[in-house]
């Protein structure tokens, strides 16, 4: 299969044909490559993250699951949308489909990255709003920031916590994550 840029629109059929060993993301039928390697800050508040989902997730019906993880949010309709957020969790394990899933994740977290945090904060912001996503990340190691937004009547609402603040987790009750660990990989 020719790799993108040789046509216009792709679908989830196209992404999964490519075999060039590079990551890919589509947004509305256009594609995307990813970084191939994460920095090790980057991978160090991603762990850190994973590990306080975990804990907290830990003999409950929701799941947390890191990138690579497909989500087809457009599944049913045009299928041409595919995105590879940083981390996902999951309260419905029907929409879970081989290697990601088909449908609205609960909450995603996308640590931003210099290449992608123009579509992480608009591109992917407004693909998680429209989808239904109830919970939204972003989190910027640079500023030691996370941005969080709440879906309220098919909006988001966003409030700022800086590295010394404890984020409470909208969607799962009781569930707050502690910044200053997160950001502690930050020399």
């Known amino acids: 299969m020719p790799l993108p840029n040789e046509k216009t629109h792709y679908t989830y059929a196209d992404y999964l044909q490519w075999d060039d060993g590079e990551r890919w993301e589509l947004i509305d039928g256009v594609a995307y490559a990813m970084s191939p ?3 090790w800050t980057h991978q160090g508040i991603g762990m850190e993250l994973i590990g ?4 907290f997730l830990k003999g409950k ?8 993880f497909d989500v087809r949010l457009n599944a049913s309709a045009g299928d041409d949308t595919v995105l590879q957020p940083d981390i996902v969790i999951i309260c419905d394990p029907s929409i879970l489909s081989g290697t990601g899933c088909r449908g ?3 909450m995603v977290v996308e640590i931003l990255s210099p290449s992608t945090q123009r579509r992480d904060r608009l591109d992917k912001l407004q693909q998680y709003q429209k989808a239904g996503v109830r919970e939204y990340w ?4 640079e500023s030691k920031m996370v941005s969080a937004y709440l879906l309220e009547n098919g909006k988001y609402s966003f409030t700022a916590y800086s590295d010394t603040d404890t984020a409470p987790v909208n969607i799962l009750e009781g569930c707050e994550i502690n910044l ?3 950001f502690s990989v930050i020399p």
């Open 61 to 68: 019906k929701c799941r947390v699951f890191p990138a690579p």
């Open 138 to 141: 972003i989190v910027d190691p």
């Open 104 to 106: 609205v994740p609960d």
């Open 180 to 182: 200053p660990d997160v």
């Open 37 to 39: 390697a994460a920095s």
């Open 52 to 55: 306080q989902f975990y804990t």
